[in-house]
């Protein structure tokens, strides 16, 4: 089992989890749902930097904390390799997952202004 955790603060307070190579469907309206997707994007809030750091965590575990489940489907990651990215295309940390379809829940402790974030991936690589 593999879990990596990190705080974030940034000044748009949306992350997206994608594929890492080429271009992605990026959601056209992110607003109307703490969660929304695309084919090969997930996309969520997190506390912008003047709130403070909310704390992310990517595993291929189920959500240890009491939270609630906003989101429960899948990506394409044609390349093995996921991305935690802002809207700056800054990149927080790349994940090696299987070649193909990425299953993703997504858990948080409030679907306005979340603290912490879980997203569960379908299976996390040991190595590249």
Request: one cysteine or more.
């Amino acid at each position: 089992m593999t879990i990596f955790q990190m705080q974030i603060e940034t000044g748009h307070p949306v992350l997206f989890f994608s594929d890492s190579a080429g271009e992605i469907s990026i959601p056209l309206n992110t607003g109307p749902a703490f969660v929304t997707a695309t084919s090969d994007c997930v996309c969520f809030w997190v506390l912008s930097f003047v709130d403070g750091a909310s704390l992310v965590t990517l595993s291929d575990r189920e959500c240890e904390a009491d939270g609630l489940k906003l989101f429960s489907g899948s990506i394409d990651v044609p390349s093995g390799i996921a991305t935690l990215s802002d809207s700056s295309s800054f990149r927080y940390i790349n994940v090696p997952v299987a070649a193909g379809r990425l299953s993703i829940d997504v858990w948080a402790d409030d679907d306005n202004n979340p603290e912490w974030v879980w997203l569960k991936l379908g299976g996390i690589r040991s190595r590249l």
